[in-house]
């Protein structure tokens, strides 16, 4: 189950998605209720209320998920992703950390973990994490944006370039990637401008 961008659905998509998500959910409460253990609908349905922004929701599924299940890895990747939508960096990379000790090939996991670091400036583990996501998946193109966008933060834009470059041949429609590949080439056309003037 992939995040879902609400906010460019149009009011009739939004309607759908909605009752759409609201079925699920209550077929899961249907399941729940012959088992109340079965955690992996459990953990569905906290993928669905944090679909549907009910983050405390989501919350208290994986909460029950955790006890259930204490080594399914697929919670606390869940868990992280809801307090990294929060902005609560910190508890999500203690949930990330978590998820890829139990599942090392979590490309996703490892990104997002990577993502904390970066947030929380420590720019060496940040990087460590990226690769490891792009060993496991070597066109696994949001790993090569957020190394772009690291080395953009350090002002390293040769190697940001690269990244974003990377990032935009695995998919030449990622429009982050696209956004950050044409701010590092104003910034390099920039730094150029500015040697030129320095010159007699």
């Known amino acids: 189950m992939h995040d879902v961008d609400i906010s460019s659905m149009s009011d009739k998509e939004l309607a759908e998605f909605i009752k ?3 079925k699920k959910i209550k077929a899961l409460d249907k399941i729940l209720k012959k088992n109340p253990d079965n955690y992996l609908a459990l953990n569905d349905k906290g993928v669905y209320h944090v ?3 009910e983050f405390e929701k989501g919350i208290i599924c994986y909460q029950k998920v955790i006890e259930l299940a204490p ?4 919670v606390y990747f869940n868990m ?9 960096y910190a508890t999500a990379m203690g949930y990330y950390k978590k998820a890829v000790k139990l599942d090392p090939k979590n490309k996703s996991a490892w990104n997002n973990l990577g993502i904390c670091y970066r947030v929380a400036k420590n720019y060496d583990r940040a990087l460590k994490c990226f690769n490891v996501a792009i060993k496991i998946k070597s066109d696994y193109e949001w790993s090569w944006h957020n190394k772009g966008f690291l080395f953009e933060e350090l002002e390293m834009y040769d190697k940001s370039l690269e990244c974003y470059e990377r990032a935009i041949a695995i998919n030449p429609m990622y429009k982050e990637a696209l956004e950050g590949l044409n701010r590092v080439r104003v910034r390099l056309r920039s730094n150029q401008v500015k040697k030129d003037d320095e010159l007699d």
Do not use: A, C, E, I
Request: proline share 5%; net charge positive; no cysteine.
């Open 20 to 22: 759409f998500t609201r």
């Open 51 to 53: 679909k549907m922004g």
């Open 71 to 74: 080594d399914f890895p697929q």
């Open 80 to 88: 992280g992703k809801v307090y990294h939508k929060m902005g609560d």
